[in-house]
């Protein structure tokens, strides 16, 4: 039996949408092009990645980063997006597990590339568990055209829409929804190259995304919430939106904020919709294809498992890690702890493991950064912690016992080894860290920030 072909993803942009004829149908930190001169450089970069079985480019918010997307979709070979910031522990770390070799890209190289894709991977993107270094989920493509098709549907988004964000191109928020969902749908993108509030507002979008800490910072400027009134919906996710930013920005806006739920390994697979209600604290219903329940409760909350279409296609290169990650009667376990109301509206209450830190939406593994503490020589011991914060959802505290090493020096140390986002916001330098008689560490008895 011949293969099923690879289904096309970028339907609007190579299907000859209006967006083509738009010289701004892409902007991107100030910078613009039209469909035409981004399937031109996208073929360039198809060109030189195909035949290798996964390339890596530096994904800073820019053109390059979207050409080398469209340009792995073409190719049909998995683009590794390297966080533009990530020190060179990180940085070896993801270019040594996928086996992918680092890709300039020049915006300005045009070619044609006509081959059929090579294969079914779209991403590889590296993300934290609790221990360990982060590990590689490939994402097929139809896992992203069913997301996509998906959020579509529940979000009334079409190529009438100007998309509008400022996230980071490295991760499926920013990427998969951000980049690729505009150039699936047809709708125009504005990336504002930072989530500033003021971007958003100047930027006249009709479609925003944000994760939380972009919607509490927007909600504490007034002038540039106001100016969102003229939007048609405002998406929140990969975070809890705490319900004092949800009212504020219904307040400021107009607009109730549309909350949906994912996961790297599972794209977004809950969401509010444009046409039902939106409630504070809650995700909404399971997106078409989607199946979800409950584990073990006996209250009705407990562990959220989830089938369907959307689900990555394992952890590179580590089957016991994707095993581990699946019930034995198959459900893919998010180990997020959620209940479900009577009418299916879901709500994510917590997670089940305290070592895995959301920091503006950033999903940081506290095993990392503690082993990237431990790597400094005057650290002999190290346990990290997610505080509760104001602004990031979460922030990173760290404990050690060390010697004749400050704050700054450590908060440094990291940022410099893993990236900027995963340092600690504080150190808390004790004589010995807490441990029970086996001699584990109980970070439950540290004291508090
Ligand atoms: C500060 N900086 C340092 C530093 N201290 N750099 C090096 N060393 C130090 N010690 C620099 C930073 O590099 C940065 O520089 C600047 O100071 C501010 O950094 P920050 O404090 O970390 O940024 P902040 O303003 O707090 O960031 C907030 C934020 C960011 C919201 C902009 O957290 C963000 O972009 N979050 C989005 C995360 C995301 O997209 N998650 C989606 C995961 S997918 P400079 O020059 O850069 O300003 C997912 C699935 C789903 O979850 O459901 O969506
Ligand atoms: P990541 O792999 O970075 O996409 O992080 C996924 C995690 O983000 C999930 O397991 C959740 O803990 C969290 N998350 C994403 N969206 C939401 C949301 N709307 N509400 C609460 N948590 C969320």
Request: net charge negative.
């Amino acid at each position: 039996m011949a293969p099923a072909p690879v289904v096309p993803v970028l339907t609007a942009l190579q299907g000859g949408a209006d967006g083509r004829d738009r010289e701004d149908a892409v902007t991107v930190d100030g910078r613009s092009c039209g469909y035409e001169e981004l399937l031109g450089a996208a073929g360039a970069v198809a060109r030189r990645a195909a035949g290798t079985k996964a390339f890596a480019v530096e994904a800073s918010a820019s053109l390059e980063t979207v050409a080398a997307a469209v340009g792995a979709l073409l190719a049909g070979v998995p683009l590794v997006p390297v966080p533009p910031d990530a020190g060179p522990a990180e940085r070896d770390h993801i270019l040594h597990d996928s086996g992918a070799e680092l890709l300039p890209v020049d915006f300005r190289e045009r070619a044609d590339f006509s081959g059929e894709p090579a294969g079914r991977a779209a991403l590889i993107l590296y993300t934290s568990g609790t221990t360990g270094p982060p590990k590689g989920v490939v994402i097929g493509r139809d896992a992203v055209a069913a997301c996509l098709d998906g959020l579509a549907a529940a979000w009334a988004w079409t190529a009438e829409d100007t998309l509008v964000h400022g996230l980071p191109l490295f991760h499926v928020h920013g990427l998969v929804l951000g980049v690729l969902g505009a150039l699936r749908t047809g709708s125009r993108l504005v990336h504002t190259g930072r989530p500033a509030p003021a971007a958003y507002a100047a930027a006249g979008g009709s479609l925003y995304f944000g994760v939380p800490t972009v919607w509490h910072r927007v909600a504490r400027d007034e002038p540039s919430a106001r100016a969102l009134s003229g939007a048609r919906l405002l998406v929140s996710g990969s975070a809890a939106l705490p319900a004092p930013v949800f009212h504020d920005l219904a307040a400021l806006t107009g607009h109730e904020p549309v909350e949906r739920y994912g996961m790297t390994e599972s794209l977004i697979t809950v969401s509010a919709r444009a046409s039902g209600p939106r409630r504070p604290g809650a995700v909404g219903t399971p997106l078409p294809g989607v199946t979800t329940r409950i584990a073990e409760s006996a209250d009705g909350i407990g562990e959220l498992q989830l089938q369907g279409p959307t689900l990555f296609d394992g952890y590179l290169g580590r089957p016991d890690a994707t095993a581990a990650a699946y019930t034995p009667d198959g459900w893919f376990r998010t180990g997020d702890i959620a209940s479900v109301d009577e009418d299916g509206t879901h709500r994510i209450v917590g997670r089940a493991s305290t070592d895995l830190i959301k920091s503006g939406g950033y999903r940081i593994g506290a095993g990392e950064v503690e082993n990237a503490l431990l790597a400094h020589p005057a650290v002999r011991e190290a346990a990290v912690v997610g505080a509760p914060h104001p602004d990031l959802g979460q922030e990173i505290v760290a404990y050690v016992v060390a010697d004749g090493v400050g704050e700054r020096e450590l908060t440094d140390f990291v940022a410099a080894h893993l990236s900027a986002h995963k340092r600690p916001r504080k150190v808390r330098f004790l004589s010995a860290l807490p441990r029970n008689a086996m001699g584990k560490p109980q970070k439950r008895l540290l004291p508090p920030v």
